[in-house]
């Protein structure tokens, strides 16, 4: 049996007449409705599935530690602004909370009704305390008191200790003992998060299975060790999320570095958001978390089961290949893959330009281009931006052995990432230590753009070697995002790249570029000047169509043009992942709007934007996604595609995505998701699917 996710849909969005816009939380609410769907697709492998339920877990975590936490932040400073769809903080709060409710709901029970029982069909089993045999018993009883008992710290709640820190995303125990002298107490047991939350369970000789017991049940059966000479009466576990937003008055901060690694410690002292509790804990309990975390009773969960589903994502690491997807490693474009040594590489982006499409295509050659120009004598100088690189960096550390070599670095480092701050900045302080010229942007934006330079004396002279593209420079999520790249020394884009990382660096304030669109300057006047091109093709009678591939649609300016575009008789395709406020095909407003969802193995996270331009095709590639922070607020490129082969392969690429009928999800105008289906005889297609197949095929 599979359930079906079926989205609240308020009164006005029963109805043609309804918002104008959908509201961005309660989209983005959908988005993770959708990856809870991949959990209870039963095409998914058995593991990936449960990989799935965990992503659902995490996002929702970080879901209200942002945008749950800045609608409290409205509440409680009065505000009483509407959003888009006309709800004010307070009625988002509600809307907001009935979704997730459903969410969880739906998730506890495909959990408990279905993974839950396939992973023991199959081997992979969570055993509760209670089901335990006697001897694995004992084997948990020997393992709390070697690996867990030293690290537990019991911390009592009377007059003479005051109720104590809990910290962001702690998993906790509510113990409530009972001591012959005072009567009943009240103590809070931490699950230490440097210990594995699910233990393995010991096998027998030739046995093939993986067994696992959750710790905090483990803690709980043995809790009476905290407390000798008192009964404890019961345990109840509890999870609290926290606010995790920073707010940097960067004017006001002499030195950013040290003020974003003060915030992001005083991150996990954030006000509480929300409380997570099992739906059996009593009254007493409730109340006493209730008013020591300063939260209400619609601040309150109940979940029946476990709490925070996110650390199933320990279960991907067990050996069980025949329960995941099936294992493909991507490889170079074939005029890469002929490039042996450095001069190789440089000559074949002299030779064309290149495309990369990530995953299929490996993240390796933007490692082997920075080795390449950390060794080479002729290369000079390499600059490049850092958002999220991860904790592993090969790309880091080339850049730090081409400093080594005497080469001129420069690396914009952005702090500000969300939850990337540590890493970046332990990243930065390694970057500095070698002499790197390590800067952090601009005053109050974000610098997004994905942009690195290698300037290398040629033959013929100095060149400039790019890449520019839409995803991190990170070897890990590059196996499992979406991106796409160009490898390019076209001289007019590369004037370009230099302004930018001038203005990055220094105080050139360029406002037009040759080639790319650059916020805050001239990104959000390209789109519209081009938009508005479209739209006059459409009144001349001529085809005029457009192709956005984005992972959100918010900018309401945005929004009200493609609607107008659409009035207009322009022919609007967008493949949103995640957010989308536009409300498509709505009669006199956005029938010629289509607006689908594609969510499956891979994150779809490129971005690409097609204008058909009366068939003098136009197509920008890059890291802006139609947010008003990233129009307005944040440094962000797009860079044309204009190599006629590449330009073909990117049609061909979002024609794929726009025949896709087995991860897509087409948006109603009434806000529900609905699958699409092949037509007639089709054969159904699965947009990832054809994308490996394909580079499996050119491969072989």
């Known amino acids: 049996m599979t359930l079906v996710i079926e989205p609240v849909a308020t009164e006005s969005q029963n109805t043609a007449d309804g918002p104008r816009y959908f509201n961005r939380e309660l989209s983005w609410l959908e ?93 992979v089993m969570l055993i509760d305390y209670v089901n335990l045999l006697p001897e694995q018993q004992a084997c948990c009883t020997d393992f709390f008191e070697r690996e867990i008992f030293p690290v537990l710290t019991p911390l009592a709640v009377d007059p003479g200790h005051p109720f104590p820190h809990i910290s962001n995303l702690s998993l906790n125990l509510a113990v409530v003992i009972r001591d012959p002298e005072n009567g009943d107490l009240f103590a809070r047991v931490k699950v230490p998060a440097v210990l594995p939350r699910l233990i393995p369970l010991p096998r027998n000789a030739g046995e093939r299975r993986d067994a696992f017991i959750w710790i905090e049940q483990v803690i709980a059966a043995n809790i009476g060790r905290l407390f000798p000479g008192m009964e404890v009466l019961a345990t109840y576990p509890f999870r609290i999320i926290r606010d995790a937003d920073m707010e940097i008055q960067e004017d006001e901060a002499a030195d950013l570095l040290r003020t974003i690694e003060a915030s992001v ?43 925070g589903f996110s650390d199933l994502m320990a279960l991907m690491k067990i050996d069980r290949p025949e329960l995941k997807d099936p294992p493909f490693y991507p490889t170079a474009p074939t005029v890469l893959r002929q490039a042996h040594t450095s001069a190789e590489m440089f000559a074949a982006i002299r030779q064309q330009d290149i495309l990369l499409h990530h995953p299929y295509d490996s993240f390796q050659p933007l490692v082997t281009l920075i080795e390449a120009a950390a060794e080479d004598p002729d290369v000079l ?35 500000k990432a969300r939850f ?73 884009i590369a004037a370009d790249v230099s302004e930018v990382f001038n203005t990055l660096t220094g105080y050139a304030r360029q406002q037009a570029y040759r080639k790319l669109l650059v916020a805050p300057n001239s990104l959000r006047s390209g789109l519209e000047e081009r938009i508005e091109r479209e739209i006059a093709h459409a009144q001349a009678g001529r085809p005029a169509q457009l192709i956005f591939k984005l992972n959100a649609l918010v ?82 490129t797009l860079f044309p595609i204009e190599e006629p082969a590449l330009v073909a392969q990117i049609a061909k690429f979002l024609d794929v995505y726009l025949q896709d009928t087995i991860r897509a999800r087409l948006l109603q105008s009434d806000g529900f998701y609905h699958r699409i289906m092949p037509e007639g005889d089709a054969l159904p297609i699965d947009s990832q699917a054809y994308f490996l197949s394909e580079r499996l095929s050119v491969i072989a």
């Open 381 to 415: 100088a390499i600059k490049q931006t850092l958002y999220r690189v991860g904790g592993n960096s090969p790309i880091v550390e080339a850049l730090m052995r081409a400093r080594e070599q005497d080469k001129q670095v420069t690396v914009l480092v952005e702090l």
């Open 31 to 123: 988005f993770n409705g959708r990856v809870l769907e991949e959990a209870m697709d039963e095409r998914h492998p058995l593991l990936e599935r449960v990989k799935f339920l965990a992503i659902f877990s995490t996002n929702l975590d970080e879901f209200f530690m942002i945008r749950v936490a800045g609608i409290r932040e409205q509440i409680n400073a009065g505000v009483s602004t509407r959003s888009a769809d006309e709800k004010t903080p307070s009625e988002q709060l509600i809307a907001i909370r009935q979704r997730v409710c459903i969410l969880l709901e739906q998730m506890r029970h495909y959990w408990v009704e279905q993974l839950e029982p396939q992973l023991y069909s199959e081997g």
């Open 265 to 307: 410690r005083q991150r996990r002292f954030g006000a509480a958001v929300s409380l997570f509790i099992r739906s059996d804990t009593p009254p007493l309990v409730r109340d006493l978390l209730i008013d020591n975390l300063k939260l209400t009773q619609t601040d309150l969960y109940e979940v029946d089961g476990t709490l």
């Open 555 to 636: 900018d309401e300016r945005m929004i009200d043009l493609l609607y107008r575009a659409s009035q207009s008789g322009v022919q609007i395709d967008l493949i949103i992942r995640g957010m989308c406020c536009l409300r498509p095909s709505v009669p006199g407003l956005s029938e010629n709007i289509t607006v689908r969802s594609i969510v499956g193995r891979f994150l779809e996270h490129s971005r690409v934007f097609f204008f058909s331009n009366g068939g003098a095709s136009e197509i920008y590639v890059g890291s802006a996604d139609l947010m008003t922070r990233n129009l307005d607020r944040r440094v962000e």
């Open 420 to 492: 990337d701050e540590e890493n970046n900045i332990t990243w930065a302080r390694a970057l500095e230590r070698v002499g790197v010229h390590v800067v952090y942007g601009l005053v109050g934006l974000k610098t997004h753009a994905k942009l690195a330079m290698v300037v290398r004396r040629d033959p013929d002279g100095l060149r400039r070697y790019l890449h520019l593209g839409t995803g991190n420079y990170n070897a890990s999520t590059a196996r499992i995002y979406t991106d796409l790249g160009l490898l390019t020394c076209r001289p007019d």
